[in-house]
């Protein structure tokens, strides 16, 4: 069993340390995602889109959670986001599962 409570407090102590640091709001993001602290990690997903604006995966996984607390539109916003980074990236799978994503919450 992960511990994501103590992962948790890790990556907020990395912040701390260095509040530049997106992969640390990010994986504290999936942390809190994990736990069930769905707008904790948006939250943190946020913070780290501002650091890191071209990381395609933090706006998808952004995008799940808006999506699990009802904000079709605004999880709409964040998977074309995605989908346009992963097309520029050259990511063609994942540009093709976030446009999967897309068309469900279109339809």
Same mark, same amino acid.
């Given at each position: ?6 992962? %948790?407090?890790?990556?907020? @102590? =990395? +912040? /701390?340390?260095? #509040?530049?640091? &997106?992969?640390? *709001?990010?994986?504290? !993001? $999936? ?10 990690? %948006?939250?943190?997903?946020? @913070? =780290? +889109? /501002?650091?890191? #604006?071209?990381? &395609?995966?933090? *706006?998808?996984?952004? !995008? $799940? ?10 999880? %709409?916003?964040?998977?074309?986001? =995605? ?25």
């Amino acid at each position: 069993m992960k511990d994501f409570y103590g992962a %948790i407090a890790d990556f907020t @102590e =990395a +912040i /701390k340390i260095n #509040p530049d640091y &997106a992969d640390a *709001y990010n994986n504290r !993001g $999936i942390s809190n995602y994990e736990i069930g602290d769905y707008q904790q990690a %948006i939250d943190d997903y946020t @913070e =780290a +889109i /501002k650091l890191e #604006p071209k990381d &395609a995966k933090t *706006y998808y996984n952004r !995008g $799940i959670l808006r999506y699990f607390t009802k904000k079709y539109q605004e999880a %709409i916003d964040d998977f074309e986001k =995605a989908a346009d980074l992963y097309q520029q990236q050259g990511k063609n799978e994942d540009y093709q599962e976030v446009m999967k994503m897309i068309r469900k919450l279109k339809n």
